[in-house]
C-alpha cells in the first residue's frame, strides 16, 4: 500500500512539473489549434520492451521515458506504431517466440485501456479512432529475423495486426543486408524479394530503415506499393549510415514513399557523432553502466541509456543537442524529396532525446517551429500525420489489387 500512495504522489508531481514545462515552451496559439486539429502519426516507438517487465501501465503518467496516455493526449499525438523489436542475434524459433510476446503485450496494452487507445490497421481506422477521441495503436515489427525466413509467420504477424516490417535491424538477417554490418547477400536475395512481394500482398508496409543502400534499391525496385523509412534521418546533415542520402530520398518519394524523420542525437547532429567517435571510451562507458543499471532488461536498457548519456552532455563531454536539429532535417528532407514525402517516426523509448523533445508534450513544438519557418498549414498537417495516412491508404490498395479485388 505505501508503494501505491507513494507511487501516486510521485505522478502527481511530474505532471505538476510537465504542464509548467509546456507553458514555458510558449507554443503559439495558432500552432496548438492547427497541432491539436491534425492527426499526429508516429511510425516508430519503442515502449513495447517496458510492457515486457509487467509493471509498465501506458494508461498512467510516467517519470521516466517519453511515451504514455496522458503524456499522448498531452502532445496531440493522435496515432503511435509500437515496434516490436529484439536484437538481430536472437534468431530462429526464439525471435519468433519473443515477436510474438511483444505482439500480445502492445494489444494487451491496447485492450486494457479501451477508453484512450484502440488497435488499428488501416488509415481509415485511424481516422475513427481520432472521431472517437482515442489514440490509434498500430505495430511494425523491426528486423526480418522475426519471420525466421517463413513467409507463414510473415502472415501470421500481419493476421495479428502488424502493418509495417523492418527489413534489417543493426544486423543482417538471412535474407538482406543491414546499414551497419558487413554486406554478404549483395542486398535483398531472392528469397528477400519474395519476402516483399508477400508484404505487399498483405498491405504490411516495407520499411527500410536500417537497411544497406543496397538493399533498399533492391526493395525499391521489387516492391509494388510504396516503401517508407520508419525513422531515419537525413545523411547530408549527419553522416549516419542508417540514414538517407537526398538521392536515395528522391528515389523513395518517386515511387510515393515516405522518411519518417529520427529524433535520436546520433542521427541527427555530425558533431555528436563526431564527439563519439573521437572518445569510443565514452560509449563504452555508457554500455558498462547500462548494464550494471539494467543487466539484461531491454526496456531498462533504453530507458537508461537516454538518462547516463544525457548525464555525459550535462558534464561537458557530449554535445548538447537542441530539438531544432530535428526541424532541420525535418526542413531538408522537404527540399530533397517533397513536402509529401516526410513524416515523423520519434524513436520514443528507445534513442537518445535531443534537448526540448524529451517526450510527447513535446510534440507541438515541431509544429510551432515549422510554421516559424514559414511552412502553410497544410504543409505542417501532411508532414505531421496525412503523409503517412496517405503511403498506408496506397499500400492498402495495391494489397486489395494483388488480392485481385479492386
Ligand atoms: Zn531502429
Not at 130 to 142: F, H
Not at 194 to 205: C, K, Q, S, T
Request: proline content about 2%.
Amino acid at each position: 500500500m505505501l508503494r501505491t500512495i507513494l507511487t501516486a504522489g510521485l505522478f502527481v508531481s511530474a505532471g505538476a512539473f510537465l504542464a509548467a514545462a509546456v507553458t514555458a515552451d510558449d507554443i503559439s496559439a495558432r500552432a496548438k489549434k492547427l497541432h491539436f486539429s491534425c492527426i499526429v502519426v508516429d511510425t516508430h516507438d519503442d515502449t513495447t520492451q517496458r510492457f515486457l517487465d509487467g509493471r509498465f501501465d501506458i494508461g498512467e503518467r510516467s517519470s521516466s521515458g517519453s511515451i504514455d496516455v496522458p503524456r499522448m493526449k498531452e502532445g496531440g499525438l493522435g496515432a503511435i506504431s509500437f515496434s516490436i523489436w529484439i536484437p538481430s542475434k536472437v534468431t530462429g524459433p526464439e525471435a519468433v517466440n519473443r515477436a510474438m510476446a511483444q505482439i500480445d503485450a502492445v494489444r494487451e496494452q491496447v485492450r486494457k485501456h479501451p477508453k484512450d487507445m484502440v488497435l488499428a490497421t488501416t488509415a481509415a481506422e485511424i481516422r475513427e479512432a481520432r472521431k472517437q477521441g482515442k489514440i490509434a495503436a498500430l505495430m511494425g515489427v523491426e528486423g526480418g529475423h522475426m519471420i525466421n525466413s517463413n513467409l507463414g509467420v510473415l502472415r501470421s504477424y500481419a493476421a495479428l495486426g502488424v502493418r509495417y516490417m523492418t527489413l534489417t535491424h543493426s544486423g543482417n538477417d538471412e535474407w538482406a543486408d543491414s546499414s551497419t554490418d558487413k554486406a554478404v547477400h549483395n542486398g535483398l536475395t531472392d528469397f528477400g524479394k519474395e519476402v516483399v512481394r508477400e508484404m505487399n500482398r498483405l498491405g504490411v508496409i516495407v520499411d527500410i530503415s536500417h537497411v544497406s543502400d543496397k538493399t533498399f534499391y533492391d526493395a525499391l525496385e521489387t516492391s509494388k506499393a510504396p516503401l517508407f523509412a520508419s525513422h531515419s534521418s537525413c545523411r547530408a546533415i549527419c553522416d549516419a549510415p542508417r540514414n538517407m542520402t537526398d538521392q536515395m530520398m528522391k528515389d523513395l518519394a518517386a515511387k510515393g514513399g515516405v522518411v519518417q524523420i529520427n529524433y535520436h542525437v546520433g542521427f541527427l547532429s555530425q558533431e555528436f557523432r563526431d564527439a563519439e567517435k573521437a572518445n569510443p571510451e565514452i560509449n563504452k562507458a555508457i554500455s558498462a553502466e547500462v548494464t550494471k543499471r539494467c543487466g539484461e532488461n531491454e526496456g531498462c536498457q533504453l530507458m537508461e541509456g537516454d538518462r547516463i548519456t544525457r548525464e555525459y552532455v550535462e558534464q561537458g563531454k557530449l554535445p548538447r543537442v537542441d530539438f531544432s536539429k530535428i526541424i532541420e532535417h525535418i526542413d531538408h528532407a522537404v527540399k530533397v524529396a517533397g513536402v509529401e514525402h516526410v513524416g515523423l517516426g520519434s524513436d520514443f523509448d528507445g534513442a537518445n532525446m535531443p534537448y526540448g523533445m524529451e517526450d510527447a508534450t513535446k510534440l507541438p513544438k515541431i509544429t510551432e517551429a515549422l510554421l516559424k519557418k514559414g511552412y502553410s498549414e497544410g504543409e505542417v498537417k501532411k508532414i505531421l500525420g496525412e503523409n503517412t495516412l496517405h503511403i498506408m491508404t496506397e499500400v492498402e490498395r495495391v494489397s486489395r489489387e494483388l488480392n485481385g479485388g479492386k
